[in-house]
């Protein structure tokens, strides 16, 4: 460990009789020994880990946990290591861009991979992208936002330079104090983005015990720069110092946990809102409540309801969609009711079905749900209420909220026409507003939707609904779905054909649009859980938050179309055959037309003078709003362009020599999917033996998934075993890999969690190049030629005499 040199301290003459100077102190540096720098590295991470712990008020669920987490670990871990070998802060630096570089390029760009290691440019390109969708999220998501990669690749990145960061104060300035305050930024930046919330010590008293056994790390070198304990005759004192500093320490953070409402301005509106504010009754978009309520850890009620039958207590409904891929509306403007409910469009046969609501636990709702379309209001609580007929939404008095233990009751028309009836209406937007979409819908939305309907021979707008909503209600239900690395959201959903209602409710609207249907999302609560049959009681809790589709066919209202196949199927299905089912999914599905239950009735509800549904495209005033973070993110985006600029000269360098922009044969794309195959392979653990063959490997894979997997690994092997003797192979057998390989691949993931995959395929990469490097180590040297190396594979074994 290098000493810095200090000049001697000046001395008197020797005639004057003076003591002799007191040693200069010496400078302070991290700990020397190896024990107590990996128990400071340890205290670093802590310190790191509790300063990320804030993101869960920012993202919905925990699937940012896993990348933002190896960001720390790594980015630290470079740090570490490369100070350990001696390497100097600019040089250190470049080795932790380069980890970035790799990490992210595995992460979230793997299909851009040349050889599969090797960034390229189209990787850059790819970052860029991926970037400006992030900032665009950031200026237009509302958190809790769900872990969409634009936003992860922007966490990573922050939470990559700062962990580095705070590792070098920590082991080359030895400044502990000056980290943590680096640390506290990570820390407090998540907590001025996401709404208010109770129980703050969840956050705060992690980081504070963190930092404190950072601090104490170095407090026995502290004490020998300042002196010796009290009360000890050496520094060996210096070790009561622990256990008497952790006790202070432990005794400060709880006194400053407990009194903290004690001091002046605690719990009182800030001098400066960031997050923003809005004049109007809808101040968050309900998409946004209905993904923090479905990964909520209260399972306890919200509402107890009794119904004469199962019914959707509908909040509202948003009829914009935008450029940011978010259904919304232009906010609520409620007047107070007087008598009856208004219409908001004329309606034809509907049931009629009374609703009593107690409220449990709707925390700060200023939304009353209701089921669509109400005729009537009363009870306590509806002395509050106004409604906006524009929506067909209730909302309640300025400054009013819904309180546990209040109840109104609500009589509502059902609209329910026969099938008859909706093949011969035309479906159409007086203005077009409601068949209006931006520029930037993905072109293969519409393209599917067109496809459904076709293949469907769907003519009229009601059947082509029913059909788009079949093959919507076929796909599979998740509240943690994969996110995809496009940068559009609908794009990824049709795609992995997997997510919750809003990504099913979003899309079959968008769908429905592009087919000039006017269509919007609807939100609200699905019927719940029946748990008196007698006394028609149901119980609602957080997880029947639902969003689903509504269609305008004028003349005959609003009608319910329900695309999710939620899977505790606590939802009602339309059919051809009955498009008001009085019985849920779960239940049975689809009940009989003529079914009513006692107390139902069925009229035609026209009103003599039905509200013409009315709407407008965003306002240029709504835009210029919407736009007040452009500057910023144009500011953010010029600098981090040129750190990008940099990353994209280096990953052209890294490629110069070929990658996947070549041209393969096809015996090289053959062995080319194998090595695929084997790279996930052994991202799961599995490995090849040295005498194992491509057709027992492949096989032994293919025991881990489906029997379509194994037919996949036979004809890869058989393939594979070809290229590796063959001179040439036609295409077809290429293109037949290929297709093989991604079969077998799909498989092996099926059973992984979406936010696992990557690491599987890191891992993977890391097996496959230390299996290339002890390869290398066994050859003689120049045994072969570096391009042979590379595309070199194990041989299958030869038959002997007892195989023949």
Known sequence: ????????????????????????????????????QVLTLLATLALLAAACLPLTRVFVGLAFLAPVF?????????????????????????????????????????????????????????????WQRGLELMRLRPAPAFAEAGLIFITVTGVWAIAHAVEGMVGRLAAPLKATVMALVLWVVPLTLAPGATAAWRWTVPFLVAATALLLAFAGDDLGRWGTWVGGRSRRGAATLLPGGSVIALVAIVAGTGLAGFLPGFGQPPWYELRGSSGTTLTSNPIVDIRTRLVAQDTGPVMRVRSDRPVYLRVTSLDVYGENEEWTNQGIDG??????????????????????????????????????????????????????????????????????????????ALPSPDAEQLDAAQSFSLDGALTQLPANVPPAVPALARQIVDQAGAATPFRQALAIQEELRSWEYSTEPPQGHSGQAMEAFISNRIGYCEQYAGTMAVMLRSLNIPARVAVGY????????????????????????????????????????????????????????????????????????????????????????????????????????????ARALLLTGLALLGIAVLAGGM??????????????????????????????????????????????????????????????????????????????????????????????????????RPLVRVRGALGMAVAGLSRRRSQPSGSASPAARILRRRAPRRPGIADR
Not at 73 to 87: D, N
Not at 351 to 365: H, P, R, Y
């Open 1 to 36: 460990m290098s000493t810095t040199l200090e000049p001697a301290p000046a001395r008197r003459p020797p005639s004057a009789a003076a003591p002799p100077p007191d040693p200069a102190p010496p400078p302070r540096a991290a700990p020397s020994s190896d024990t107590p």
């Open 70 to 130: 190896a960001a720390v670990l790594l980015s630290a871990g470079l740090s570490y290591g490369a100070r350990r070998y001696g390497l100097d802060p600019v040089t250190s630096l470049c080795v932790s861009v380069g980890g970035w570089v790799v990490f992210c390029s595995f992460a979230f760009f793997a299909d851009t991979l040349a050889l599969e290691v090797l960034p390229t440019p189209a990787t850059a390109e790819g970052a860029v992208a991926l």
């Open 335 to 412: 007047a107070p009711l007087d008598g009856d409910v208004p219409f908001e469009v004329g309606i034809g046969p509907a049931a009629q079905v009374n609703v009593d609501v107690e409220v449990a636990n709707l925390s700060q709702a200023v939304l009353v749900p209701a089921p669509y379309q109400a005729l009537t209001v009363s009870g306590e609580a509806a002395g509050a209420f106004q409604y906006d007929p524009s929506l067909s939404t209730m909302t309640l008095d300025q400054g009013t909220t819904l309180e546990a233990g209040d109840t109104y009751t609500v009589s509502a």
């Open 526 to 633: 699905t019927p719940g859980e029946l748990v008196d049959p007698e006394d028609r009681a149901y119980v609602v809790t957080n997880a029947n938050a639902h969003a689903w589709v509504e269609v305008l066919f004028p003349g005959l209202g609003w009608v319910t179309f329900e695309p999710t196949p939620r899977s505790d199927g606590n939802v009602l299905v339309p059919s051809a055959a009955n498009l008001a089912p009085s019985i849920t999914a779960a239940q049975g599905g689809v009940d009989d037309p003529e079914r009513l239950i006692p107390g139902e009735e069925r009229a035609d509800l026209v009103p003599e003078d039905p509200l013409d549904r009315t709407n407008t495209a965003p306002s240029p005033a709504a835009d210029a709003a919407g736009s007040g973070g452009r500057n910023g993110a």
């Open 655 to 756: 490629v110069a020599a070929g990658g996947r922009n070549r041209t393969l044969s096809p015996v090289q794309r053959v062995l080319h999917a194998r090595t695929q195959t084997e790279r996930i392979g052994r991202g799961l653990g599995v490995a090849p033996a040295e005498s194992e063959t491509d057709h027992e490997y492949l096989h032994r894979l293919a025991r881990r998934s489906s029997g379509e997997c194994w037919q996949a690994a036979g004809a890869l092997a058989e393939a594979a075993a070809r290229a590796r003797y063959a001179t040439a192979l036609p295409p077809e057998s290429a293109a037949t890999s290929e297709d093989a390989a991604e079969r077998l691949g799909r498989g092996l993931l099926a059973g992984v969690p979406a936010w696992q």
